[in-house]
């Protein structure tokens, strides 16, 4: 069972345009949350995360937003760049775990 | 430091043969995770290590799989006997219990 989904495998958006990367999950026991960029060839690397006590983090260019309610998380990336283009991948943990959850990832282009 | 090393980075095989994948994690972090990603199921986690004992090794797919931890600074991952569908890139990452994992840049494997 996939219990971090990234419904949109690939998204294609205008250069200075704001990039939104969407990704629910099933487990509430989730108390962290992380986004991870990853190019071809590298290993993902750290880009944002939020623990579920707020709502919002947000780190110059990027801000997530979790709705714990909804079960839902965002990534939004404002203004996108080209260099911005690789895979996104969503990753949760449970309390007092620390196995990561990952999600298939959405491929996001940034159109020059 | 030099973050997350693995080797090798590519790896061709015959269908039948060993196989062995090598993580160096970065010196301090007591947890260390095998992922490998697919196109179907994303980065999926097959086991992962704290102070280098197996905590949780629900992930790995079958006995043929087979992973150690010998000491704080390296890890291995086996495949005995290899077969086509286990193609793909193996990922080893590590973390110190904080907020944030760090991934090595993986091993493609290659199973012919």
């Known amino acids: 069972d996939q219990q971090v989904k990234q419904n949109s495998p690939s998204l294609s958006v205008q250069e200075g345009r704001i990039s939104i990367l969407n990704c629910d999950y099933t487990?509430?026991?989730?108390?962290?949350f992380l986004w991870y960029k990853k190019y071809p060839a590298e290993g993902p690397t750290f880009l944002i995360s939020i623990s579920s006590i707020k709502d919002k983090n947000e780190d110059g260019r990027f801000t997530v937003f979790l709705n714990k309610s909804a079960k839902h998380l965002s990534l939004h990336i404002v203004p996108s760049q080209p260099g911005d283009s690789a895979v996104y991948f969503c990753?949760?943990?449970?309390?007092?775990?620390?196995?990561?959850?990952f999600g298939t990832g959405t491929r996001l282009t940034i159109i020059p | 430091d030099a973050g997350v090393i693995q080797s090798p980075r590519h790896e061709v095989t015959e269908m039948g043969q060993e196989v062995t994948l090598r993580c160096k994690p970065i010196?301090?972090?007591?947890?260390l995770f095998w992922y490998r990603q697919t196109m179907m199921r994303g980065l999926e986690l097959l086991i992962y290590?704290?102070?280098?004992?197996?905590?949780?090794d629900s992930g790995m797919p079958e006995d043929r799989f087979s992973a150690k931890m010998p000491n704080a600074s390296f890890s291995t991952l086996k495949i005995q006997p290899s077969e086509p569908r286990d193609s793909a890139v193996y990922f080893c990452?590590?973390?110190?219990?904080?907020?944030?994992?760090?991934f090595g840049s993986g091993t493609r494997l290659t199973v012919v």
């Open positions: 990452a590590s973390s110190s219990g904080a907020s944030s994992w760090t």
């Open positions: 010196s301090g972090h007591n947890s």
């Open positions: 487990n509430s026991m989730f108390d962290y």
């Open positions: 990753a949760a943990k449970n309390f007092g775990n620390e196995k990561l959850t």
């Open positions: 290590f704290n102070n280098n004992v197996p905590i949780d």
